[in-house]
């Protein structure tokens, strides 16, 4: 089992920047792709953006441009980097990571304010 530790939210004014963090700890050897997922208020979760063991990225149509994720697996950490922060982005973020089964983190909270 993986646990995921988020930190790095808040916050913020819109066009202003924050960035998450998450560390993994447990039996991590075996995943192959973290990332984030997000949930607005009244909203389901979704996908915002991954991260392969190979570096390979993918992101929502919505965060393009605006996002950009980065990992260490040596370290387990992946990261966030938000920018340009729009008032839709509030939501819970949630770390996610696949390792043969799906991994959650308890979410921390971007709130942007416009």
């Known amino acids: 089992q993986v646990q995921l530790v988020e930190s790095g939210g808040g916050l913020v004014q819109a066009g202003g920047s924050l960035r998450l963090s998450c560390a993994a700890s447990?039996?991590?050897?075996?995943?192959?792709?973290m990332g984030w997922q997000r949930q607005a208020p009244g909203k389901e979760r979704e996908l915002a953006a991954t991260?392969?063991?190979?570096?390979?990225?993918n992101y929502a149509d919505s965060v393009k441009g605006r996002f950009t994720i980065s990992g260490d697996y040596t370290k387990n950490t992946v990261y966030l980097e938000m920018n340009n922060l729009k008032p839709e982005d509030t939501g819970v973020y949630y770390c996610?990571?696949?390792?043969?089964?799906?991994?959650w983190g308890r979410g921390t909270p971007v709130t942007v304010s416009s």
């Open positions: 996610y990571c696949y390792s043969g089964g799906h991994n």
């Open positions: 991260i392969t063991r190979l570096g390979n990225t």
């Open positions: 447990g039996i991590i050897s075996n995943i192959v792709v």
